[in-house]
C-alpha cells in the first residue's frame, strides 16, 4: 500500500475514535427512567478513631477522591466525591457524600452500613442535588477496601461493585451553589 493511502487511513481511523462519544447522557436527562451504572471510586483521607476496649471503636472519616462510572445509562462519566461520616463498630456507619460533576452541579447522597472495614458492605441512597440533578432519587451500593491504613489516621482506599440506579423528576437549570451558598 503506498504511503499517501497509509496515511490517509491513519487520519480516517483516528478521526472515527475521536469522535466516538463515551461521555455522559445528554444535558438534559429524561425524567422518570432509571439510569442503571456501575463504576470505580477511590478516596483519600483522614480518619480519627476513639478505641473503647479490645474490640470496639468509634470514628468519624472525611474522605475525598473520584468516581467514574460506566454503562450506557450513567447519568454522567465522572464526578469529585466527598464522604463524611461516622462508624461505631457495634452499631454500623452513617454518612453523607456529595459528587459534584464536570459542570458544578452536585448530587447529594446519605451513606449507610456495616462498620467501616475492608470488605464491610455500604448502601448509599440519593437525597437530591443541584442543577440537573436537584430532582434525583435512586440508591447505589458497594464494598470498602483500604490500600492504605496508617496508625496517624491517613486512609486511602477503594470500592469494589459500585452498582446503582437513579432516576430524575423535571429537568432544572437551577445553578450549582457550594457550601454557604
Not at 496515511?7 to 436527562?29: D, H, M, W, Y
Not at 456495616?114 to 448502601?123: D, L, M, P, Y
Not at 443541584?130 to 486511602?156: I, L, M, N, P
Not at 446503582?164 to 437549570?173: C, D, E, L
Amino acid at each position: 500500500m503506498p504511503g499517501w493511502l497509509w496515511l490517509i487511513c491513519a487520519v480516517f481511523l483516528f478521526t472515527v475514535a475521536c469522535g466516538r462519544s463515551g461521555g455522559p447522557a445528554s444535558e438534559t436527562l429524561p425524567p422518570g427512567e432509571w439510569h442503571v451504572f456501575e463504576g470505580t471510586w477511590t478516596a483519600t483521607g483522614t480518619r480519627w478513631t476513639l478505641r473503647l476496649g479490645p474490640a470496639d471503636r468509634a470514628a468519624i472519616f472525611d474522605l475525598t477522591g473520584s468516581v467514574l462510572l460506566t454503562g450506557a445509562q450513567r447519568p454522567a462519566v465522572g464526578f469529585k466525591a466527598r464522604a463524611i461520616g461516622f462508624s461505631d463498630s457495634p452499631t454500623g456507619m452513617q454518612g453523607r457524600c456529595v459528587w459534584t460533576d464536570e459542570r458544578g452541579d452536585m448530587v447529594y447522597s446519605e451513606l449507610k452500613g456495616e462498620a467501616v472495614g475492608s470488605g464491610n458492605h455500604i448502601v448509599g441512597r440519593f437525597i437530591g442535588g443541584t442543577g440537573r440533578y436537584a430532582s434525583v432519587t435512586g440508591d447505589y451500593s458497594f464494598q470498602w477496601q483500604y490500600v492504605v491504613d496508617t496508625e496517624d489516621g491517613a486512609v486511602s482506599g477503594r470500592v469494589v461493585d459500585l452498582k446503582g440506579r437513579a432516576r430524575f423528576g423535571q429537568a432544572t437549570t437551577a445553578p450549582a451553589r457550594g457550601l454557604g451558598g
